[in-house]
């Protein structure tokens, strides 16, 4: 046996001993789970046994005070239960072994601490803790050491585990030599976890949180977090770690105020989904922008020029206008016959009352105004003289009501936005605000939702607007009728009116603008849209894409919450950066605002990232560069794609499966999009097909990236979707021009 064969026996046998003593402890912390799981199952079922009584005519307060406690005691004891039975990767991923310094406590002589650190607090029977939840005040300095300033740390650890079983270790050494005494293993826990293969959905980072990463992730949580940084830096993530580290640190105000996560889209959310639950929460609101608004939700993009159009804030003047509008094919005069005098309001004074109603209320909740005004026009036009009996006559008329149903309907602010796909109707709207070719792109986009029966992601923003312009959807009850109802049928029968189901009601047709079968535009007004629903905290990622109108959107929902803000300037796709600012902070309001910058690239290999970086540069030379760490050897392959692209592709795939253990992802244009589907049609693939829009926020092992003059021809940023495209591979990437 050579000597360097002795050496590394020597150092399996040591990797191993230290690998044992960590097993005894996670062995121990399971054993303490499973009691801790019993004992919240047995304060679970006190908690379904309270609340009952034998007693009959028990005090009905003391029954619901019972009641109570039951509930709150069911509810809580099942949630720990949960939380414990859970199998998260890791339970128990780090340790610290820490210096302190003598102490009179300690009779002089100095003491050697070690703290285990993991995703939630567990402790023994004694009540000592075993495990240190990440988000404690205790297990800072396991993210915030550093050689420079160790906070008394000797070595920081991270377990490796798969399950309950500890597979590895990594050692940080945070002192200019160790203790005799003290192991050190491995070349540093970060940068074993990049070299780790990609899956589909993102992992935590809670055992490789960095210094700079754990500031940002414990800040404060008042007022405007913004968290910037280029490609890999990590910005994600860090800011879901806030997010599990917000509702730790105030969970009254959070889980009861609601956390909600808007991201680009819904292949995001996917990916993400995991991130929180594995953390230990499981109570935060996972939206894309196409899911924002209640019953709406679509991942259908406009065409770049129409989602420019409908992002601006222009469009909201062109809303304005269709929520002012007679709705189309009402009646355009009011006829009937009140307390034996005839009325006739013509459109001229229908146009009066709905502009005067509207000043004063959303269209929606303005039912009654509008009766009182109609009222009041009506008695000056009739002559008759007894101004409160005119009127509540006139308020209690069946003609009234029918009249009202057809000419002041409840709105659906989705209806209202289908107003535009009438050609006269839009051309007025938008009039003075939109050039005539922006017209002509909104026209085609709203009549392509019609036809296909599906919204698309700025729909869903205008939609919202609507929806606040308009007030909630009321359900009109019907009152029972006293015995004028005889007169007033009376009166209409001698004046050639003929009853429908009971009732005089004039026929309503259906709007001229009705272009699609009827199962399409059903689908389009699917349930019903209520006030939007407002949270403690909104955290917003790849906010750099945010159009002004889907600012407004989140700031509806975030009037009084703290905010984080995720994004990247030099990834933006949308063209006008002053609109969206302004949009911005009319969303934060007042609140203090900090920045946390992120300059470290760990997910593209050194040689993947200076293409990008080279790339993005020559169009945008002020991007935010930030350094990667991490070297393949391996540089990006540029390739031709030829006549046949199917073939093309399918070649350099197979090649790049054989080369890493994870996800690979083709990244195309629309134009070869159908070509190239078949690759992601197997659910067990580990190849997907996307578009440069749809990979944001996502990472691959590796990459192939077709066509990069078609990605930068139609992509909303320009270069910029390209640069995204370029940047969502760890360790392999090839280009196919």
């Known amino acids: 046996m050579t000597g360097s064969d002795s050496r590394a026996d020597s150092t399996s046998v040591l990797v191993a001993d ?42 009905r307060e003391e029954e619901m005070t019972g009641l109570f406690e039951r509930d709150a005691l069911v509810f809580h004891a099942a949630r720990r239960r949960n939380a414990l039975e859970s199998q998260y990767e890791g339970l128990v991923f780090g340790r610290l072994d820490i210096d302190h310094p003598p102490s009179a406590d300690r009779d002089g002589g100095p003491e050697r601490e070690v703290r285990y650190i993991g995703r939630l607090g567990v402790r023994d029977d004694d009540y000592e803790p075993l495990v240190i939840d990440w988000r404690a005040p205790a297990a800072s300095p396991f993210y915030r050491a550093t050689p420079v300033e160790p906070m008394g740390v000797l070595r920081r650890r991270v377990l490796r585990c798969k399950g309950s079983d500890v597979v590895g270790i990594e050692d940080d050494l945070m002192v200019a030599e160790a203790p005799a005494d003290l192991v050190v293993v ?45 490609p890999g830096t990590g910005k994600t993530v860090v800011a879901l770690h806030r997010a599990a580290y917000l509702l730790y640190s105030d969970r009254r105000r959070y889980e009861s105020g609601g956390i909600l996560v808007v991201g680009p889209s819904a292949a995001y959310t996917s990916y993400i989904e995991r991130v929180l639950p594995s953390l230990g929460e499981d109570t935060v609101t996972l939206r894309s922008l196409g899911d924002v608004v209640d019953v709406v939700s679509t991942e259908r993009l406009d065409t770049p020029d129409a989602a420019r159009i409908k992002g601006s804030l222009r469009i909201r003047q062109v809303l304005s206008r269709a929520v002012h509008d007679a ?89 209202v936005l289908l107003w535009l796909a009438d050609e006269e109707r839009l051309a007025r709207y938008a009039k003075g605000i939109l050039e005539t070719e922006e017209t002509v792109e909104v026209l085609a986009s709203m009549r392509l939702a019609l036809e296909t029966g599906t919204w698309s992601v700025a729909d869903v923003a205008l939609v919202d607007d609507l929806a606040a312009r308009l007030g909630p959807v009321q359900d009109q009850p019907r009152e029972e009728r006293g015995f004028y109802e005889i007169e007033e049928l009376d009166d209409l029968a001698a004046h050639g009116v003929t009853e429908i189901g009971g009732r005089a009601r004039p026929e309503r047709a259906e709007p001229a603008y009705i272009l699609a079968p009827t199962d399409a535009r059903e689908r389009l007004l699917q349930g019903r849209i209520g006030r939007s629903e407002e949270y403690a905290h909104v955290l917003v990622d790849e906010a750099q894409d945010l159009s002004p109108m889907q600012w407004r959107m989140l700031g509806r929902r975030g009037r009084y919450a703290s905010w984080t803000v995720v994004g990247d300037a030099a990834q933006s796709s949308w063209p006008d950066a002053t609109e969206s600012a302004v949009a911005r902070e009319e969303a934060f309001g007042t609140q203090p605002r900090r920045l946390f910058h992120m300059d470290t690239n760990y997910r593209n290999a050194r040689e993947i990232f200076d293409y990008a970086a080279a790339v993005i540069r020559r169009s945008v030379p002020d991007a935010d560069i930030p350094k990667a760490v991490r070297e393949t050897g391996v540089e990006p392959v540029v390739g031709e794609l030829g006549a046949a692209v199917y073939p093309s592709v399918a070649d350099t795939v197979e090649r790049l499966l054989e080369e890493v253990e994870g996800s690979v992802a083709v990244i195309t244009p629309s134009t070869h999009a159908p070509v190239l589907a078949p690759f992601g049609v197997s659910p067990d693939s580990r190849v997907v097909v996307t578009d440069p829009m749809s990979a944001k926020g996502l990472e691959y092992d590796a990459t192939v990236v077709v066509d990069p003059e078609a990605i930068v021809a139609e992509s909303p940023g320009g270069v910029r979707g390209l640069y995204v495209a370029l940047t969502r591979a760890a360790h392999r990437m090839t280009i196919l021009r």
């Open 186 to 230: 491995g070349d540093g826990a970060l940068m074993a976890a990049l070299t780790r293969a990609r899956g589909p959905q993102m992992r935590d980072i809670v055992a490789t949180i960095q210094r700079h990463q754990d500031e940002a992730i414990r800040a404060s949580a008042r007022g405007v977090t913004e968290i910037t940084g280029g």
């Open 18 to 59: 230290e690998i044992a003593v960590e097993q005894a402890h996670v062995d121990l912390v399971y054993t303490e789970l499973a009691k801790a799981g019993e004992r919240a199952g047995l304060v679970e079922a006190d908690g379904l046994a309270r609340g009952r009584t034998d007693r009959v005519g028990a005090a």
């Open 327 to 415: 709705v189309p094919d009402g009646p355009e005069e009011f006829r009937a016959f009140v307390a034996g005098y005839a009325v006739r309001l013509p459109r001229q004074t229908l146009d009066q009352v709905r502009s005067r109603a509207l000043r004063q209320h959303q269209r929606n909740l303005a039912r009654d105004t509008v009766v009182q005004l109609l009222a009041d026009a009506a008695f000056r036009q009739s002559g008759a003289v007894e101004h409160e009996e005119f009127i509540g006559r006139f308020a209690d008329h069946l003609d009234v009501e029918a009249f009202l149903d057809a000419w002041w309907p409840q709105l659906d602010p989705r209806e």
